[in-house]
């Protein structure tokens, strides 16, 4: 027998994005202390978190939808905020920097990427904590729900499989669709995380709203 702890990690998930069942947890840290391994751990964890999200979904669409087009809404509307913001927050630090034109010329990708990337992560870190706020006994299903929409979002966008297809015979294409989805794999951690910032434990007993 041991003492060592499950992989915090895993644990972490299925506390925020798994039923609220301290039996269940306890009888997963009891397995894996008596000989279970951690791949054997994150199997259950992540069945179990899946498993969660498709029975709040199914018991609670309409939830689900809401919370999903709530989401929508939010995001659409911070993308109209934060273009202008984003374009006057890098000019302001093309001149901070004193940056020649040359130098400029030839960062400027990055120095967009980079600021653009920040904006999206902080805006969707407060639009998947405003949503999970709004749906507090099925944020499983709201949250999750987001997220699975903008990933699925993402692999439709058609600028994604250009970008793909061009970086198969133009190098010069391989950083914009490095860019392309390290800037949505922000997205996506940012709704999680604010979506997920808050503990099972503490939500209590407030009601869906």
């Known amino acids: 027998m041991t003492t060592t702890q499950p992989p915090r990690l895993a644990m972490l998930i299925l506390e925020r994005l798994g039923p609220r069942n301290d039996a269940l947890a306890g009888d997963l840290a009891e397995e894996y202390r008596a000989g279970r391994s951690a791949m054997w751990y994150w199997r ?30 939010l995001l659409n509307v911070l993308g109209q905020v934060l273009a202008g913001v984003i374009f006057e927050v890098h000019r302001w630090l093309a001149d901070a920097l004193s940056l020649s034109e040359h130098v400029y010329m030839r960062h400027r990708i990055e120095f967009f990427s980079l600021i653009f990337t920040a904006a999206w992560f902080f805006a969707c870190l407060a639009v998947g904590w405003v949503v999970a706020r709004l749906h507090h006994r099925h944020r499983s299903a709201a949250v999750l729900g987001l997220v699975l929409t903008t990933l699925a979002f993402f692999m439709i966008d058609g600028r994604l499989y250009f970008l793909i297809g061009n970086s198969l015979t133009h190098e010069r294409f391989v950083p914009y669709l ?26 209590g007993h407030a009601s869906t709203g």
């Open 44 to 73: 259950q964890v992540l069945v179990t978190v899946a498993f969660h999200f498709v029975a709040d979904v199914r018991a609670h669409w309409i939830i689900a939808v809401r919370g999903i087009l709530t989401g929508m809404v």
């Open 178 to 203: 490095m860019i392309h989805v390290f800037q949505n794999a922000a997205r996506i951690a940012g709704l999680l995380i604010g979506g997920f910032a808050q503990s099972n434990r503490l939500r």
